[in-house]
């Protein structure tokens, strides 16, 4: 399992004092903090991959509005962490991958231009953890439009 992983990983960092440390810890504290936030809450691979992307999401916003603030240095951070978060990411489909999945859901949903929600929610289930959301967005846009 990919938590397994990450926390193999963690352990290793401690070991070598790697300087990705803190930023294992802190992906760990979030799959912790899902699975005590219900009953019976386990942390399998899909959840972890939505940890993990949103993690990816928010620190890219972040590095951002660092870069636009002048702060290169809290830019730089946020962007190492991302680095380390991409390890545990599958490949990221190219555009013309996703293209092509998407135009499979189209076909098989016989969405028309009206349907975007319909495609968006079909398309992300399929994409999950493989494509970045602006992406499928953009292309689903593109399609449809």
Do not use: W
């Not at 936030?37 to 890219?60: F, M, N, P, T």
């Amino acid at each position: 399992m990919l938590k397994d992983q990450i926390v193999a990983d963690m352990i290793a960092a401690m070991k070598a004092k790697d300087p990705t440390l803190g930023t294992l810890r802190m992906l760990k504290a979030d799959i912790m903090k899902y699975e005590t936030s219900g009953a019976d809450k386990i942390a399998d691979d899909e959840v972890v991959l939505g940890i993990l992307s949103r993690s990816i999401k928010q620190r890219k916003e972040a590095a951002e509005g660092f870069k636009s603030g002048g702060n290169m240095e809290a830019a730089e951070k946020e962007l190492s962490e991302i680095a380390v978060f991409e390890k545990y990411m599958p490949e990221q489909l190219s555009e013309e991958d996703v293209k092509q999945i998407i135009q499979e859901v189209i076909d098989h949903t016989g969405a028309g231009p009206g349907d975007f929600g319909k495609v968006m929610g079909t398309a992300m289930g399929r994409l999950k953890g493989r494509a970045d959301g602006g992406v499928v967005n953009k292309v689903v846009k593109e399609l449809l439009g």
